[in-house]
């Protein structure tokens, strides 16, 4: 991962801003790690922002329909296990638009899972990923660009 971000930063803008769009679209990275990438080496805010919510949103969104196409392909089973029982119950209590929100503590792919599992329509489950995705990678590059301001 080093040699990879000293790489983006010895590059031209184009290959910098396509290795952003890259970290943007790893699960678990997602925009909470481009974003904060993006600013240290010292790239414009906006684009750097804009460049992530589109990564992550691009990974996110082919995930759901992967696994919605999937779904529909798959016969109902019962699931009782342990794991689905803790999902269904975060699930129950807030919702799509919850499971969305906590993107950045469970992950959005997780999420995404978590309410397709839990029977949502792809369409409702990608309208509020993108809404928590977009609300989410703003708030951080604000923070992180106003807190790198304050800072030097």
Sequence with gaps: MENFILSIMEADTIYQYI???????????ESYAAIPLGLALQFPA????LIAIVG???SVLLFIWIIDYFRGKRK???????????AQGLFQRYGVPGVSFAGPLIGYHIGAAIALASGASRQYITLWMTIAITAWSIVL????????????
Excluded: H, M, T
């Excluded at 769009?21 to 699960?27: D, L, M, R, T, Y």
């Design 76 to 86: 109902k089973e019962k699931k009782d296990g342990g794991r689905w029982k803790r």
């Design 19 to 29: 290795g952003i769009f890259v970290i943007s679209i790893g699960p678990f990275f």
């Design 56 to 58: 992550n949103l691009a």
């Design 46 to 49: 906006i684009p750097i922002v």
């Design 141 to 152: 590059g604000v923070l992180l660009y106003f807190g790198i301001e304050f800072i030097r």
